[in-house]
């Protein structure tokens, strides 16, 4: 049996005021793997519940959240047909009331795009102690973490390259895909942008690493979320580009980790670790 929480944690938890998504899985030991999903009646909590219920061997056992509590989550869902699961804001008693729950050890997803170092060291250590399988995902997108490999791979034949990324509203920026890119790209041996490496002009973006990767933000209702990689050599442009416009985008890869992290019995930081 497996339990997955989604949680979106209060500001200030472990990421210094950005969003936290947790998510937490029991070990199988049906044919289904069994599903708990805390924050489920928030966005990306819906839109969990629809994906594991349509998803081939595991069902929904359970849903958390403080809001819309005793009500029947298909229904919150806007499911054709109840699920007969009602919301709780308790999620050690769903996790009783789930014949032999607690009989194995836990599996957990954390999304979360924002978080510390130290933290992820933290985790790994109890996961290493315990056997406990773990996943910490800065992303869920399956086409974020192709375009930063994509990335990767042209920055050995291309001298320059900018990041340019879009969001409909204000957040905090550079965003944690554009400086996991910048980071990725950094310390390959390869110095980027030469002509102007060492400029200050704010206009010029911000430095990400030392190796001369630039980020520009920008911030415009109706736009989508996405990130572009400008890579250019002599007489051409390389362009890579990645949007997401729903939460959608992100259950792909949520449906891949769930597969994926009931056979892991140790902490894995990344899902393309598991691609």
């Known amino acids: 049996m497996a339990a997955l929480t989604c949680h979106l944690k209060p500001a200030n938890y472990y990421t210094k005021g950005r969003p936290l998504i947790s998510c ?33 061997g595991m069902e929904v056992a359970g849903a958390v959240d403080n809001y819309c509590v005793g009500e029947d989550i298909g229904k919150v869902c806007d499911m054709e047909e109840a699920l007969e699961i009602p919301i709780m804001n308790d999620l050690t008693m769903v996790l009783g009331s789930i014949s032999q729950a607690t009989a194995f050890g836990m599996k957990s997803i954390v999304y979360v795009p924002r978080i510390e170092l130290d933290t992820v060291a933290a985790l ?14 800065p992303t869920l997108s399956i086409g974020s973490i192709l375009l930063q490999q994509a990335a990767i791979t042209a920055s050995f034949h291309y001298n320059n390259v900018e990041i340019v990324e879009s969001k409909p509203t204000a957040r905090d920026f550079p965003s944690q895909d554009a400086i996991q890119i910048a980071n990725n790209l950094s310390n390959l041996g390869q110095l980027y942008n030469r002509e ?4 200050d002009v704010m206009a010029r973006g911000q430095v990400i690493g030392e190796d001369g990767v630039r980020v520009h ?11 572009t990689v400008y890579l250019s050599g002599p007489g051409e442009v390389f362009t890579l580009k990645h949007e997401i416009t729903d939460v959608q985008s992100l259950m792909p890869g949520l449906i891949m980790a769930i597969r994926k992290v009931v056979r892991l019995k140790s902490l894995v930081y990344g899902l393309e670790k598991l691609m």
């Not at 790994?124 to 995902?137: E, P, Q, R």
């Not at 911030?219 to 996405?226: C, D, E, F, R």
């Open 24 to 56: 937490t899985m029991q070990q199988p030991t049906q044919s289904n793997i069994k599903v708990i999903i805390n924050g489920a009646a928030k966005e990306i909590g819906r839109a969990a519940v629809i994906a594991v219920t349509k998803a081939r």
């Open 196 to 199: 102007d490496i060492s400029t």
């Open 217 to 227: 933000s920008m911030v415009l209702p109706g736009l989508p979320s996405s990130t």
């Open 124 to 137: 790994s250590a109890f996961c290493d102690k315990a056997s406990m399988g773990c996943l910490v995902a």
